[in-house]
């Protein structure tokens, strides 16, 4: 078994534990990703036409989802924060409803892989929250890491 085997967040007693990245040095580090959401076509029409009464959501969705990209390590525990340096997040209309992207930029000792989820997530549940009022049967789907880019592993994509 080789050390990427292993949990790095688990010690050798089984307890958690935050990984020390002190040692390592400041890399350009990027990550994308997305995910879904599935909606009525009369709904993501609405949304597109800025129909929705709480407003602009695709704007919201996306503020929503830059400050959740910066506020990563207050949402999951053994994150290190991070000093973003770009936080990009896109809305755009799919045939089965809206699909959302992210990109997190950092210099850092450690990947920003969680900060683009983090993004895309809050997004997502942002558009829902902004739309369940037309829609309730709405379906947050496929959130995932697409990118990522720097550190020692190097450059993986989906």
């Known amino acids: 078994m080789t050390d990427r085997d292993q949990l790095s967040h688990i010690d050798a007693e089984g307890r958690s534990r935050m990984v020390d990245v002190g040692d390592k040095g400041p890399t350009r580090r990027r990550a994308r990703a997305s995910g879904r959401l599935v909606m009525k076509p009369a709904t ?18 996306r503020i929503a989802g830059i ?36 990109e997190a930029a950092c210099s850092g000792p450690t990947g920003v892989e969680m900060e683009a ?8 549940l942002t558009l829902y929250d902004m739309c369940k009022a ?25």
């Open 117 to 124: 989820l983090t993004a895309v997530s809050v997004a997502l």
């Open 67 to 102: 400050q959740a990209a910066k506020r990563t390590a207050d949402l999951i525990p053994m994150c290190h924060p991070l000093r973003l340096s770009h936080v990009d997040v896109q809305v755009e209309a799919i045939d089965e409803g809206l699909l959302v992207t992210a």
């Open 44 to 61: 993501r029409e609405r949304v597109l036409q800025g129909e929705v009464p709480k407003g602009n959501v695709v704007e919201v969705a």
């Open 134 to 158: 037309i829609e309730r049967g709405m379906t947050i789907t496929d959130a995932r890491l697409e990118e990522k880019a720097g550190g020692a592993s190097g450059t993986w994509r989906r």
